[in-house]
């Protein structure tokens, strides 16, 4: 009474420290089960209902529910695929790229068939595309004319490196710059 003569806002409540899990004492074993999974074929993973299983057959517990193992499960199974991944990156399948702005772009032109006022035309798409930023720009011409050529030539004004061109009805070509791509 006399602290709320005192203050009139009652104090923050304190909290209590986090109950310990109910898995503290099968965290272990679960974890070498996920492990396992990591190897073995889609069909041969655990499922929550067989760590279950398993943790009542060879460990004498089953305190834990359902949901319990489950959302442990669901928390620990990405962490332990990064851990098991962490000594073998450089085997992901990508190549890390740096590129500088403007400094390289690849063109390509390939035909489109498109219904132009009932009849259908065969027109030839130009598309070019940044390497540094990945913006790109299409735009779609009757012919393979000298428009379709200008707009390849802007690549040379932008970019400094060698880049691909294809058009229609020609083998790939390779123009200007230096062998890198």
Known sequence: MAKALVCPVP???KKPPPR???LEP???FIDAMLRQDLVAP???KHTIDRIRERLAAEHDFELAAY???RDYVRKRRPGLVLEAKEG???LDGTVPQSKSSGEEAEVDFADVWL???GQRRKCVLF???MSYSGKAVHRVFATADRKAADAADFLSRVSSRRRRTRRPGRRDQDSGGDSAL
Request: hydrophobic share 30%; with cysteine.
């Open 42 to 44: 889609t069909k041969q």
């Open 26 to 28: 099968v965290k272990g």
């Open 115 to 117: 219904d132009l006022a």
């Open 67 to 69: 949901s319990t193992v």
């Open 11 to 13: 104090a923050k409540r």
């Open 20 to 22: 310990e899990s109910v």
């Open 127 to 129: 598309t070019l595309r």
């Open 88 to 90: 073998c990156r450089h």
